[in-house]
């Protein structure tokens, strides 16, 4: 029998996966007045939440026991499973599990009726609006699988954004969540490339940009990146190349596996993992810009 009672507050919230985004977003539920406990391996994660007040458990263990809903926000689908996976057997029936990582939608969907079939509610709700709106609450949130579901979690849901897209049937949250993130890193790259040509044309950067902003050029990625991290070299957005990567390239994986031709996606799927190669894990999405004007 599946239960249809809302989660609201103190209900016990566990977030699982305390980087850039869980922080902010784990510290967004706690606001609202739900119990948040956070867990990351990660001892460096866990002290940085407990650091900026939040309450980290040592073990996944006490970070599940009593949780209405387990939030996870971890680097992808494959590592959410293996998480998920890992402490299913202690965990109630019933419990909202609702991944809020960026993960791949087939993957999700396969796990999503396999924890369903065991007992338990899932979700997938990813986010858009990078480490800034995590912490102002102001995230866009698509939400996939089934509405009664989405209903019991929207308190938890809207104590991070002011809305929850309903995408559809489990996965379409992360296929939305990957589809965006192909626009927008296709955005980016267009931007950084028109940069790299005006600069080499004797147009300044930041003349450019502004000329880009009162125009139709105008995107996310020369409103809020181009300044802040690019030209500045400050590189500080919070989102990793590798993340980026893999969102690209999970939404082409999904236009090759539905037999949709997407030959822009493939060119710059090949041109972010060529970037990743070149910079390394580490460094972030923006310096895309410095792949970009880099001698080749
Ligand atoms: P991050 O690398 O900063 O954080 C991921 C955390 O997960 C790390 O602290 C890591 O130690 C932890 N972790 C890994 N495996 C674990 C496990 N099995 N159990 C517990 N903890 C584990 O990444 P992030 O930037 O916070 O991104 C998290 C997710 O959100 C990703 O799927 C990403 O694509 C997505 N996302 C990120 C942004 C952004 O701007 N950073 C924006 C939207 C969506």
């Known amino acids: 029998m599946t239960n249809s009672a809302a989660i609201i507050p103190p209900a016990k919230v566990t977030v699982i996966g305390l980087g850039n985004m869980g922080r902010p977003m784990a510290a967004c539920i706690a606001r609202a007045g739900f119990q948040v406990t956070g867990f990351d391996l990660s001892a460096d994660a866990r002290s940085a939440f407990a650091k900026e007040g939040g309450n980290a458990a040592a073990t996944i263990d006490e970070a599940i026991a009593g949780a209405a809903a387990i939030v996870t926000l971890l680097p992808d689908g494959k590592i959410v499973r293996a998480a998920i996976e890992g402490f299913k ?3 109630a029936k019933g419990t909202v599990i609702i991944d809020m990582s960026s993960s791949a939608p087939l993957g999700t ?3 999503g009726e396999e924890l369903i079939a065991d007992g338990f509610e899932f979700i997938d709700a990813p986010v858009s609006g990078g480490v800034k709106r995590a912490i102002s609450g102001t995230l866009a949130i698509m939400a996939g699988g089934a509405h009664a579901t989405i209903d019991r979690a929207d308190k938890v849901l809207l104590s991070m954004g002011p809305a929850a ?3 559809g049937p489990l996965g379409s949250g992360h296929a939305a969540k990957a589809l965006n993130n192909y626009v927008s ?3 980016l790259a267009a931007a950084a490339e028109a940069l790299a040509i005006g600069s080499k044309f004797g147009i300044e950067p930041n003349t450019l940009v502004d000329v880009l902003n009162a125009s139709t ?12 991290f690019m030209i500045s070299e400050s590189y500080a957005s919070g989102f990793a190349m590798a993340l980026m990567a893999k969102d690209i390239q ?12 997407a030959p822009l996606a493939d060119e710059i799927t090949a ?23 880099a001698d080749k």
């Open 89 to 91: 057997t202690k965990l």
């Open 109 to 111: 969907r396969a796990l």
């Open 165 to 167: 897209f309903r995408t």
């Open 185 to 187: 890193a296709a955005g």
């Open 217 to 228: 050029g105008r995107n996310n990625s020369t409103e809020n990146k181009l300044k802040q």
């Open 250 to 261: 999970t939404a082409d994986e999904l236009a090759h596996q539905i037999g949709v031709k």
């Open 271 to 293: 041109m972010w993992n060529n970037a990743l190669k070149q910079l390394g894990p580490k460094s972030d999405h923006t310096e895309i810009g410095r792949y970009l004007t």
